[in-house]
């Protein structure tokens, strides 16, 4: 299995997003946010980003056709016109990021996916991109503020923890499967945190 990892910028300072990437021998980021700025962390806006990490010996690029959460075009939109995070990972373009990826990986890079969001449970970055890898032979591995390692199978079962008490349950007239439940708990998140165009202000984290 191809390792993968995620990473949150949070409002690290760089020194110490720096740390977090070279811990775990990051050579590549891919930023998979739908714009490569923040309007509180300028330290993380693309062009700064870029420069700071190419000083540093590690690779830069924005992914944000590919793995970005800003979508409103609507054949990628549910009936509410919430991004829906299915319909993103069948797109032409989430396909191209998937064999750019893989193309990078099999190259001997170290990816790491970043994302705004320090914790990877209210991220696009788990909840679209990486249920979609871990389901397509990735090793995903979540690194967080402390440095730590989270295995997306650790952070799929603090999902269902989450959403335990909304999630189908088994009854005397319907089985209800683990993996079905996992899928409910991935579409209640999405519901969570998926991007709606018309409220664009509330979302920098995609």
């Known amino acids: 299995m191809l390792p993968v990892f995620t990473v949150g910028h949070s409002n690290h300072p760089f020194p110490y997003f720096l740390e977090l ?6 050579t ?12 509180y962390n300028p330290q993380f806006n693309g062009g700064v980003l870029f420069a ?30 919430r991004v829906d995070f299915g319909k993103v990972q069948r797109s032409a373009a989430f396909r191209s990021g998937m064999e750019r990826l893989k193309s990078g990986l099999e190259k001997g890079h170290v990816v790491a996916l970043m994302c705004s969001e320090a914790d990877p449970l209210e991220c ?25 390692l989270l295995a997306n199978a650790e952070l799929e079962e ?11 349950q088994t009854s005397l007239f319907e089985i209800v499967t683990p993996a079905e439940q996992l899928a409910a708990a991935y579409r209640l998140c999405n519901r969570e945190i998926g991007f709606t165009p018309q409220q664009p202000d509330a979302h920098e984290h995609a």
């Open 124 to 148: 696009h970055r788990f909840a679209m991109v990486s249920s979609h890898l871990s389901r397509n032979g990735f090793d995903v591995r979540h690194i967080l503020k402390d440095k730590t």
């Open 28 to 39: 590549c980021l891919v930023d998979v946010r739908s714009v490569a700025a923040s309007a």
């Open 21 to 26: 990437l070279q811990a775990h021998g990051i």
């Open 52 to 81: 700071a990490l190419k000083n540093r010996g590690i690779a830069y690029l924005h992914f944000a056709r590919e793995f970005g959460a800003r979508h409103d075009d609507p054949a990628l939109l549910d009936a509410e016109g």
């Open 158 to 168: 603090l999902l269902l923890k989450k959403y335990a008490k909304k999630l189908p």
